[in-house]
Every structure is written in structure tokens, then in C-alpha cells.
């Protein structure tokens, strides 16, 4: 990884303090991505509702993101980030022979605790909390 990602704290809503358990990551038959997170000893869980505007996602376990979780240089107890000049932006817009924009996607991370996910999207996603359903 490049040093030229710039990782930012991002702050969608109020975030409680506790870590994040992933409960659901949903990718439909109609390309709707939606990821679920439960906080430590919080109810509702936290949902973040990509819609039709994620372009790619990658969810890594724990083991196989330490170093990237290092090279963007995560450290303390903050979960979501936004990057700027992004190289998987990059990259995504260099695989698609530049139909996608670089100026129309934003990178999102979600460290949670048993890993890493990264949303490259056309708009940030709806936040919502959510009681879970059981």
C-alpha cells in the first residue's frame, strides 16, 4: 500500500464508545449493500445502507488486515474512517478504463472486532440504529 492514502476519522453519527461485532454484511440479487454492527453491550445495533451506490467491498478477517491495518496507520479505538487519495480508488478507476470517476467515490473502512471492511461508494451510506431481529 501506498503512502499516499490519507485516513480520516469519520463521524456519521454519535458514536458510543465499545467495539464493533459485525452481525450482517448484505449484498442482494439487486447489488443493495448493507452492513450491520452490533456495539459492545448496545442496543440498537448500528446499520450502515449502501443501497445500489457501492461500487466494491472487501471484508478481511482480523489475521489477513494487520498489516494493511498498520499501513494505514489505525491505531487507538475509533472504528470508522474515511481515506482520501485512496489508491483502491485508484485502482477501481484504473480497472474500469475510467468510466468510473475518481471524484464521484469516497472510500469507507469499518475496523470491527474480527476484521476489516473497505466500501468504495458513489454517496455515504444511510446510518440508522436498528433493534436486532432475533
Known amino acids: 500500500m501506498k503512502k499516499s492514502n490519507i485516513l480520516k476519522k469519520w463521524h456519521p453519527v454519535e458514536m458510543i464508545k465499545g467495539d464493533l461485532y459485525l452481525i450482517s454484511l448484505s449484498d442482494d440479487q439487486e447489488n443493495r449493500l448493507q452492513i ?3 456495539i459492545e453491550n448496545i442496543e440498537p445495533n448500528l446499520v450502515f445502507d449502501f443501497g445500489f451506490h457501492a461500487l466494491y467491498y472487501q471484508n478481511q478477517n482480523e489475521n489477513s ?17 474515511t481515506v482520501g487519495k485512496s489508491d483502491l480508488i485508484d485502482w477501481i478507476v484504473k480497472n474500469s478504463y475510467h468510466i468510473v470517476s475518481k471524484e464521484n467515490v469516497q472510500h469507507f473502512i469499518f475496523l470491527y472486532a474480527d476484521g476489516l471492511i473497505n466500501v468504495l ?12 431481529k432475533y
Open 121 to 132: 461508494s458513489a454517496h455515504e451510506p444511510k446510518v440508522y440504529r436498528q433493534k436486532q
Open 65 to 81: 488486515s494487520l498489516k494493511i491495518i498498520d499501513d494505514y496507520g489505525i491505531t487507538g479505538n475509533w472504528s470508522l474512517f
Open 36 to 38: 450491520s454492527f452490533e
